[in-house]
């Protein structure tokens, strides 16, 4: 077996959405740009792990995604399963026909096996404890609602006449 592209970007994406879960819902914005991932990209995966509860959505102003359980009950093995195709038979050639043994084809299932057991007991609260030991930065919200950090520039407004034509129009009125 072997971890395709779709299960590494959605087990990134959860550690991320885990480690900004105490903000409230993430958008799939904020995980694109952290991730540099497509955004479409992640709304395709994250309709997979909305649909096996992995994940769940929240709508309107602020909304975005959040964990759908406690991430000490979301597995690796879990995560990949949602957005994965279905397993391949390993063996068979693009027409369909077997081209290796049967004890070759019996190796491939088992180590696939042995890595979906071992993808079970790594947990994504294991995986976003990890990150915030090796010192990621996660910036948490400020307290005050409706405070911007930037100040915000109101438009000077002027009474004075913003062309030829209205400057004559204000003289003949």
Do not use: C
Not at 13 to 28: E, F, K, N
Not at 43 to 64: M, W, Y
Not at 107 to 131: G, Y
């Amino acid at each position: 077996m072997r971890m395709s592209t779709k299960g590494r970007v959605a087990v990134a994406a959860l550690i991320d959405l885990a480690l900004h879960a105490p903000r409230g819902p993430v958008s799939l914005g904020s995980i694109s740009k952290r991730r540099q991932v497509s955004l479409s990209y992640l709304e395709q995966l994250f309709s997979h792990l909305r649909r096996e509860g992995l994940v769940e959505s929240a709508r309107g102003p602020g909304g975005g995604y959040r964990l759908g359980r406690d991430a000490r009950e979301i597995s690796v093995a879990q995560i990949v399963s949602a957005v994965d195709d279905p397993v391949e038979d390993l063996a068979a050639d693009t027409h369909g026909e077997s081209t290796s043994t049967d004890f070759s084809r019996d190796l491939w299932r088992q180590l696939h096996d042995v890595m979906l057991r071992h993808m079970s007991t790594i947990t994504l609260a294991s995986l976003a404890q990890e990150q915030i030991d090796k010192g990621v930065k996660i910036e948490l919200p400020s307290h005050r609602l409706g405070i911007s950090a930037t100040p915000v520039v109101k438009p000077v407004r002027t009474r004075a006449p913003n062309s030829v034509f209205a400057l004559a129009h204000s003289m003949v009125a």
